[in-house]
C-alpha cells in the first residue's frame, strides 16, 4: 500500500464503531441466492419492517420470486462469459418494457476460479466483452459498476489491470467484496477509495466461518459503518440462505436450517432479535444419527 492509500484508509477506520447497526437504512439491498428446495423462504424478504430497495441474483435477467415486491429495484449482472453474449439485449428489453434499470454490475470476481465462484477472467478479455454488452448502456443514463473482485490482493491488482485495458470504458462506481474481519473490511475500502477514487458498493460481506458471536459482532460494526460512510452508496450482505447449505459458515446466515429468520436476518430487514440459533448441515446429521441411536436403543429395551 503507497502513503496516499494508506492516509486514505487512516481516514476511514476512526468511524469504527461498535453498536448494534441502525434496524433500518437506505444503503441496504438482497443479494438473492433462490432455494429449489424451499421456494417458501422467497417470503421472508417482503418484511413488512424491512427497507430493502434493490436486489441483484448475478444474472441479467430479474427473479419471478420478486414479481410483485416492487419496492426490490433489479440490477442486472454480466457475471462471466456465459452470459456475455445476450446481456445488453436482456437489458435493454427490460428498460423498453419500462423497467426501472438504473444500474448494472459487471463480472463477478473475474480474479478468482470456478471452484470458489469466481468467472475467471483476463482483464484484457473482460474490457474487450465490456465495450460490447455493457458501455452503450451508460450512452442511455444506466450507471455502470465495475467489475467486483475478491478480497484478496490479486482483486486490486485485477482491478487496476482492468482500468489500464478498459481505459475508455465508464465506470461510476466499485463494487466489492469481504470475507474477514470488520478491520481489514475497514481497510479494504480505504485502499480502493484512495486507489480508484470511485464509491464503492459492498455487493458481497460476512465473517465466514466464525461463531456465532463474532459474525453478529462483525454484522452490527460492518452495516453501522456502511451507513455512516459516505463513499460507501450501496450494500449487500451475503447470507440469504439457509445455515445448513451456506458456504460461509452456518453463523453468516440469515436463515436457520429451518428457513426462520437469525438474528442477523431479522436485523438486516429492520427487525428485532428473534433468538433462532443457525445449524450446520453437521449438526442436523449429528442429530440424526443421535436419533437413530436412541431409537434402536429403544428398541433393543423393548425386544429385552
Request: charge should be negative; proline fraction near 5%; charged fraction near 15%.
Amino acid at each position: 500500500m503507497g502513503l496516499g492509500h494508506f492516509l486514505t484508509a487512516l481516514t476511514v477506520l476512526p468511524s469504527i464503531v461498535y453498536c448494534q447497526s441502525p434496524l433500518t437504512s437506505s444503503k441496504r439491498g438482497l443479494v438473492y441466492v433462490p432455494s429449489e428446495k424451499y421456494p417458501q423462504d422467497d417470503a421472508n424478504w417482503d418484511s413488512p419492517t424491512s427497507d430493502l430497495t434493490w436486489y441483484y441474483n448475478y444474472g441479467s435477467k430479474p427473479s419471478p420470486a420478486f414479481a410483485n415486491f416492487p419496492k426490490l429495484q433489479f440490477v442486472p449482472m454480466l457475471w462471466g462469459t456465459g452470459n456475455s453474449s445476450t446481456f445488453l439485449s436482456d437489458v435493454q428489453s427490460q428498460i423498453k418494457s419500462g423497467a426501472n434499470i438504473t444500474y448494472v454490475l459487471g463480472f463477478n470476481e473475474p480474479d478468482g476460479d470456478s471452484s470458489t465462484g469466481g468467472s475467471d477472467i483476463p482483464a484484457e478479455t473482460a474490457a474487450q466483452i465490456w465495450m460490447q454488452q455493457i458501455e452503450p448502456l451508460a450512452k442511455q443514463g444506466v450507471k455502470i459498476g465495475a467489475p467486483a473482485c475478491t478480497g484478496a490482493e490479486t482483486g486490486r491488482q485485477w482491478t487496476q489491470e482492468f482500468f489500464t485495458a478498459c481505459s475508455n470504458c465508464t465506470i461510476d462506481f466499485i463494487p466489492v467484496h469481504w470475507y474477514g474481519d470488520f478491520q481489514g473490511l475497514a481497510s479494504h475500502i480505504g485502499e480502493y477509495v484512495g486507489t480508484f477514487n470511485k464509491t464503492i458498493w459492498v455487493t458481497e460481506f460476512a465473517d465466514a466461518h466464525v461463531n456465532l458471536q463474532e459474525s453478529q459482532t462483525f454484522y452490527n460494526q460492518s452495516s453501522s459503518y456502511l451507513d455512516r460512510t459516505e463513499n460507501v452508496t450501496h450494500y449487500s450482505y451475503f447470507g440469504a440462505f439457509r445455515s445448513d447449505v451456506s458456504n460461509v459458515g452456518a453463523n453468516s446466515a440469515m436463515l436457520t436450517q429451518d428457513g426462520k429468520l437469525t438474528d442477523i436476518g431479522s436485523w438486516y430487514l429492520g427487525g428485532g432479535e428473534t433468538g433462532s440459533v443457525p445449524k450446520s448441515a453437521a449438526y442436523r446429521k449429528t442429530a440424526f444419527i443421535r436419533s437413530s441411536l436412541l431409537v434402536g436403543l429403544t428398541t433393543m429395551w423393548c425386544v429385552l
